[in-house]
């Protein structure tokens, strides 16, 4: 299930997960702008790999479930050189970018993927599982206290679930830019949210959950066992990556609202995404990248 981070709240673009839903996105030809967010974000993942490891020692088996393009996937099999690791994703064409990234790696010996709809897809995995991750997929997924249930019963015991939900909404920009109206970014987030309500009530079979990660995993069976926030900071000047990042970014914010956004504020974008405005994003010294990326981790009794 491919998922594109514009359709969630705190959060911009990045990473398939598993599963289609209303919208009818074309995963394939926003994968580059995927990619790019996960490796700007390749330090937050790295140092939530590491508080995952302090519990999943020697994991013979990692599945990342919504994968999308692989950037966490190939970085599970590089942090844990004992494992296998498994993509799993709804969309094919992300499964093979995940591929070839693996075999550029060099991790392609000890990488698979399946392709399908999350949780079912999982039935197909060889052998239980000693860690689960599922970043930002969950919420894509209309019963998520049974899709919970799923991933843990695809565990193995004393395995471990991270999920990535939650955080706080990424900033890019000052609040006042010079230009349009200040508070830019906080009325995307308005925006952004009306988005994620809608698509989490047209998703099929959609239940509504109170957001309380430990509980709904401690409900799956497990034993919640930690939770922490992991901090991206990129100050201005930024490198040219994440600059690029940025510019992708604020396009298809602009493409997915601009029919809700008024006239200033898009004219403000406008004027951001021209490459020949000295305030436009591509020229701006005080572009930065700054944002919260929380996650829960839960065992399965032994």
């Given at each position: 299930?491919?998922?594109?981070?514009?359709?969630?709240?705190?959060h911009?673009?990045?990473?398939?997960?598993g599963?289609?839903?209303?919208?009818?996105?074309?995963w394939?030809?926003?994968?580059?702008?995927?990619e790019a967010?996960?490796?700007?974000?390749?330090p937050?993942?790295?140092?939530?790999?590491?508080?995952?490891?302090?519990?999943v020692?020697?994991?013979?088996?990692?599945?990342?479930?919504?994968?999308?393009?692989?950037?966490?996937?190939?970085?599970?099999a590089?942090?844990?050189p004992?494992a296998?690791?498994?993509?799993?994703?709804?969309?094919?064409?992300?499964?093979?970018?995940?591929?070839?990234?693996?075999?550029r790696q060099?991790?392609a010996?000890?990488?698979?993927?399946?392709?399908?709809?999350?949780?079912?897809?999982?039935?197909?995995l060889?052998?239980?599982?000693?860690?689960?991750?599922?970043?930002?997929?969950?919420?894509h997924?209309?019963?998520q206290?049974?899709?919970?249930?799923?991933?843990a019963?695809?565990?193995?015991?004393?395995?471990?679930?991270?999920?990535?939900?939650g955080?706080l909404?990424?900033?890019?920009?000052?609040?006042?830019?010079g230009?349009?109206?200040?508070?830019?970014?906080?009325?995307?987030?308005?925006?952004?949210?009306?988005?994620?309500?809608?698509?989490?009530?047209?998703?099929?079979g959609?239940v509504?959950?109170?957001?309380?990660?430990?509980?709904?995993l401690?409900?799956?069976?497990?034993?919640h066992?930690?939770?922490?926030s992991?901090?991206?900071?990129?100050?201005?000047?930024?490198?040219?990556?994440?600059?690029?990042?940025?510019?992708?970014?604020?396009?298809?914010?602009?493409?997915?609202?601009?029919d809700v956004?008024?006239?200033?504020?898009?004219?403000?974008?406008?004027?951001?995404?021209?490459?020949?405005?000295?305030?436009?994003?591509?020229?701006?010294?005080?572009?930065?990248?700054?944002?919260?990326h929380?996650?829960?981790?839960?065992?399965?009794?032994?």
């Open positions: 299930m491919a998922h594109d981070h514009q359709a969630h709240h705190g911009s673009t990045q990473h398939g997960h599963h289609t839903h209303g919208g009818d996105v074309d394939a030809a926003i994968a580059e702008l995927m967010e996960a490796e700007v974000c390749a937050v993942y790295a140092r939530a790999l590491a508080w995952l490891g302090k519990e020692t020697e994991p013979g088996l990692i599945v990342d479930a919504g994968s999308g393009p692989g950037v966490i996937a190939c970085l599970m590089d942090t844990f004992g296998r690791v498994v993509a799993a994703d709804a969309s094919e064409p992300l499964l093979e970018r995940a591929r070839a990234r693996a075999a060099g991790v010996d000890r990488f698979g993927t399946i392709a399908g709809e999350l949780p079912d897809s999982l039935g197909e060889d052998y239980p599982a000693d860690l689960l991750w599922a970043s930002r997929s969950l919420h997924l209309g019963d206290k049974a899709a919970l249930a799923a991933f019963a695809r565990l193995a015991p004393g395995g471990t679930l991270a999920i990535l939900e955080g909404p990424s900033r890019y920009l000052p609040r006042d830019i230009f349009g109206r200040p508070g830019l970014q906080a009325r995307l987030d308005a925006a952004q949210e009306e988005r994620f309500a809608r698509m989490r009530a047209e998703l099929p959609a509504p959950e109170t957001e309380d990660w430990p509980a709904l401690t409900a799956a069976g497990l034993k066992t930690g939770t922490r992991f901090l991206l900071d990129i100050p201005a000047p930024v490198p040219d990556r994440a600059r690029a990042f940025v510019v992708g970014w604020l396009t298809r914010t602009r493409d997915i609202h601009g956004m008024d006239a200033e504020d898009r004219a403000t974008l406008d004027r951001l995404l021209d490459p020949a405005d000295p305030g436009g994003l591509h020229r701006r010294p005080d572009v930065f990248v700054l944002s919260a929380t996650v829960h981790r839960a065992v399965r009794p032994v």
